[in-house]
């Protein structure tokens, strides 16, 4: 079994790296001169309003010194900015830039188009035994999860 695990994660593994290939050269040839980690931080910013580090940390499931420097980054690159509560001035809020808001608009739709090239390769009738699968298993997980 523990063999099998290890084969199920690896192709889980490298399936996620073909899907980061495709969504970072956007499929025209295109390449995003983004890090992972900021691509990461990037999706944290799950609405459009200013957020906490705890909050982004949660978001991407990273440490809150590893979101700290993701969020430095992309404060470098002016795609977000950090500002202080007006409830409480001692609270740090980060939120996106204009040019982050559309950054991120960009991404969540190049990741959407990704993902939808790269299961076009597929039958109708493997898109739903896969579905089913996959909808088993993340059930299956999420019990694993709760216990931790």
Same mark, same amino acid.
């Given at each position: 079994?523990?063999?099998?695990?290890?084969?199920?994660?690896?192709?889980?593994?490298?399936?996620?790296? =073909?899907? +980061?290939?495709?969504?970072?050269?956007? #499929?025209?040839? *295109?390449?995003?001169?983004?890090?992972?980690?900021?691509?990461?931080?990037?999706? &944290?910013?799950?609405?459009?309003?200013?957020?906490?580090?705890?909050?982004?940390?949660?978001?991407?499931? *990273?440490?809150?010194?590893?979101?700290?420097?993701? =969020?430095? /980054?992309?404060?470098? %690159?002016?795609?977000?900015?950090?500002?202080?509560?007006?409830? %409480? !001035?001692?609270? *740090?809020?980060?939120?996106?830039? &204009?040019? #982050?808001?559309?950054?991120?608009?960009?991404?969540?739709?190049?990741?959407?188009?990704?993902?939808?090239?790269?299961?076009?390769?597929? /039958?109708?009738? %493997?898109? !739903?035994?896969? +579905?089913?699968?996959? %909808?088993? &298993?993340?059930?299956?997980?999420?019990?694993? *999860?709760?216990?931790?």
């Amino acid at each position: 079994m523990e063999e099998k695990l290890h084969k199920y994660f690896t192709t889980l593994r490298y399936f996620g790296h =073909v899907l +980061m290939n495709k969504l970072l050269s956007n #499929g025209r040839g *295109v390449k995003y001169d983004f890090k992972i980690s900021q691509l990461k931080a990037l999706a &944290a910013f799950k609405e459009d309003y200013p957020y906490t580090m705890n909050a982004l940390a949660e978001n991407a499931m *990273v440490k809150l010194p590893n979101m700290t420097r993701m =969020v430095d /980054s992309l404060i470098k %690159d002016g795609i977000a900015e950090r500002g202080k509560s007006d409830q %409480d !001035r001692r609270k *740090v809020l980060v939120r996106l830039t &204009a040019k #982050g808001k559309r950054i991120r608009t960009q991404f969540l739709a190049n990741r959407r188009q990704a993902a939808l090239s790269v299961f076009s390769m597929l /039958s109708e009738k %493997d898109k !739903r035994e896969l +579905m089913t699968c996959l %909808d088993k &298993a993340c059930k299956i997980l999420e019990k694993t *999860v709760e216990k931790q």
